[in-house]
């Protein structure tokens, strides 16, 4: 079993609140009632390192997570679903936006779509903004135990203007964990590559 050992590191309103490491970040982006929150409790194993709740949307910062020595998760605010004033709702997108166009350290953005429903043209545009920033997507179909066995492969269609294969996932029912889990350290390991090949490169 592949372990993702996950502690929080701290929160940012601005890019300039960022953290200033090394890390190659993967970004959790999603919208507000996806069940990005219990994914990555699922994810580390740990049921209180995200904090959920009944209403979608509380989460209104950039939320860090130190992973291993090489890799960090970014927890980014839900959208299109909380109910916010309309400015509140403005300033978050363009934190959201900044951080997605401008951050160096990301390396990889977790796209999590609802396998019920699908893309909406928000997760189509951060589909688009990945590719154009060469980013890596990988995208988390979630609430999969909700689907009937007949509806799984409509689902998986559902997905394919995204131009990346989903992983079928339940937070509920460890479904696509494992393989999440996977993909999401291997962008570590990748930064460590490429970390040695630069400071070979400088010598």
């Known amino acids: ?114 396998a019920r429903r699908g893309p909406t043209d928000d997760e189509l545009d951060l589909a688009a903004m990945a590719r154009e920033r060469d980013l890596n997507l990988i995208v988390a179909a979630t609430k999969a135990d909700k689907l009937r066995r007949s509806e799984r492969a409509a689902a998986i269609r559902r997905c394919a203007p995204l131009h990346a294969a989903p992983i079928l996932c339940s937070a509920h029912d460890g479904e696509g964990i494992e393989e999440l889990r996977f993909r999401i350290l291997a962008q570590g390991a990748d930064s460590r590559r490429t970390q040695r090949k630069s400071a070979v490169q400088s010598t």
Request: hydrophobic letters at 45%; charged letters at 20%.
């Open 1 to 114: 079993m592949t372990t993702l050992h996950a502690e929080f590191a701290l929160s940012a309103a601005t890019l300039r609140g960022c953290p200033r490491w090394n890390r190659a970040e993967v970004a959790l982006a999603g919208r507000s009632n996806v069940g990005k929150s219990s994914l990555l409790n699922a994810l580390a194993a740990r049921s209180e390192l995200a904090r959920t709740s009944k209403t979608p949307g509380r989460t209104r910062l950039i939320n860090f997570f130190t992973v291993a020595e090489s890799l960090a998760l970014a927890d980014l605010p839900g959208y299109g679903y909380a109910k916010m004033s309309r400015d509140e709702a403005a300033k978050i997108a363009a934190m959201m936006r900044d951080y997605l166009t401008n951050r160096r350290n990301l390396a990889a953005i977790v796209l999590l779509i609802d």
